[in-house]
């Protein structure tokens, strides 16, 4: 393999873990709150479509990109009543929520599936960009990567350097004391949760505004299971999501590195690498309960009534 091809993969690998990023860091906001959401999959589906079709209607590609963000938060929402308001079970309303966000998008899309978009293009960092092997590789990406990036690092400094980020933690591994302490609980939860469908939702617009900008049905492809995955594997660590998210990332080029080699492997098996990879990772850290135990935050998927606090 020439260092050419090298970077391209490297390139392609970083643009192929951008969703992952975003739902993965998303639902791990949501989860140091206490919430168990599984509905990453429908809000990341919703606001593929939803930043698809505003992007077409009115020519912005950023107007998509907030219409993406305000549907993940709008699905979000409708998980919140359901679980923060009317107490109903988490895990039966997350996967409701991806069964009926997988419904939606594809109603939601039927006339656009044959439409197309000029998406974000990459960034055009003059001097930089043109550095040898560091340049392609750091400057010359698309905004959405960049914000990702930052994404990253805001919500590590959030979670373990500021006082909310301290209050947020302390809903989710102790809410009746955050509540004995003059705290809503509810509604940090709200804050959360709503915080993790915006993200979710910007993940799925960067597959249909930049990864590949147009929509097809189901086009995020089991990417908001993959990012539950992450938030487990990483042991709800900001950093380890990161580094999970690349990984996976890696995985999905591989398969078209692999094919594009001419390695006699039949195409099914080379589509289900990145599953494959779930699964062994999601078993390999399960034999270890006593680590997830410890940075599992102590209240996550149990509801939280007022009157016990």
């Known amino acids: 393999m020439n260092p050419d091809t090298l970077i391209l993969i490297l390139v392609a690998t970083i643009g192929a873990s951008v969703p992952l990023i975003f739902a993965a860091l998303g639902e791990l906001v949501v989860e140091k709150s206490g919430v168990l959401n599984l509905g990453v999959e429908g809000m990341m589906v919703v606001g593929a479509v939803s930043g698809f079709i505003t992007a077409t209607e009115t020519g912005s590609l950023w107007l998509g990109v907030t219409a993406s963000a305000g549907a993940g938060m709008l699905m979000a929402l409708i998980f919140g009543f359901l679980t923060l308001s009317l107490m109903a079970n988490q895990v039966a309303s997350g996967l409701a929520l991806t069964i009926f966000g997988i419904g939606l998008s594809a109603f939601m899309g039927l006339s656009y599936t044959s439409a197309t978009l000029n998406g974000i293009q990459p960034l055009s960092i003059p001097v930089l960009g043109e550095l040898p092997v560091i340049g392609p590789l750091l400057f010359a990406h698309d905004p959405l990567v960049y914000l990702a990036l930052f994404s990253f690092l805001v919500i590590s400094l959030f979670l373990y350097r500021s006082r909310s980020g301290l209050i947020l933690r302390a809903v989710g591994e102790a809410p009746a004391s955050a509540h004995a302490l003059g705290y809503s ?123 016990a606090g």
């Open 185 to 307: 609980v509810t509604r940090i939860r709200y804050y959360a949760v709503l915080f993790g469908g915006a993200m979710a939702g910007i993940g799925g617009g960067y597959l249909s505004l930049v990864y590949t900008p147009l929509w097809s049905e189901g086009m995020t492809a089991g990417r908001g299971w993959i990012a539950l995955a992450l938030v487990v594997f990483a042991t709800w660590r900001p950093f380890r999501v990161l580094l999970g998210a690349l990984l996976f990332g890696g995985v999905t080029i591989a398969q078209f590195h692999i094919q594009g080699t001419g390695v006699e492997v039949p195409s099914q098996f080379l589509s289900m690498l990145p599953y494959l990879a779930t699964i062994l990772v999601l078993v390999l850290i399960s034999r270890d309960a006593g680590t997830i135990r410890m940075h599992a935050p102590a209240s996550l998927g149990k509801p939280f009534h007022r009157e």
